[in-house]
């Protein structure tokens, strides 16, 4: 069983919008930080935004910031990453990751891949131009 599941990707023109979530399946994941990612054909995966276990502390990678808004529903052990203005290079796999290391952390400088975890099987994500 796959503990979190990507869903909402798709095709989408340049300038339109896209809403990704993550559902956990098997354990809450309401005291943790969680994460998006993405990877593109050939690149390496990188960071796109983060939020604590509460929704309080947020970040969002340069490229991304003032497009991207990431949320959480605790009470629906989802995340969800709202993806407005999309342009051809958001083109990329995108991945939800937990952070199970610590627990109830309100810190938001989680931005390698190594500080986390768990992680989904990815959902595509392709923006035409």
């Known amino acids: 069983q796959v503990p979190v599941v990507e869903s909402g990707g798709g095709l989408v023109q340049a300038g339109g919008s896209l809403r990704l979530s993550c559902a956990g399946s098997?354990?809450?994941?309401?005291?943790?930080?969680m994460g998006w990612f993405r990877q593109a054909p050939g690149k390496e995966r990188e960071f796109v935004a983060t939020?604590?276990?509460?929704?309080?502390?947020?970040d969002y990678a340069d490229s991304v910031k003032g497009r991207f808004t990431i949320s959480r529903t605790n009470a629906k052990n989802t995340v969800y990453l709202q993806m407005n203005s999309l342009k051809p290079e958001d083109t990329a796999a995108y991945y939800c990751?937990?952070?199970?290391?610590?627990?109830?952390?309100?810190?938001?400088?989680?931005?390698?891949?190594?500080?986390?975890?768990?992680w989904g099987q990815g959902t595509q994500v392709t923006v035409s131009s």
């Open positions: 990751a937990v952070r199970t290391t610590s627990l109830f952390d309100s810190r938001n400088y989680y931005r390698m891949v190594d500080d986390y975890n768990i």
């Open positions: 098997g354990r809450t994941f309401s005291p943790y930080t």
């Open positions: 939020i604590s276990w509460n929704g309080g502390s947020t």
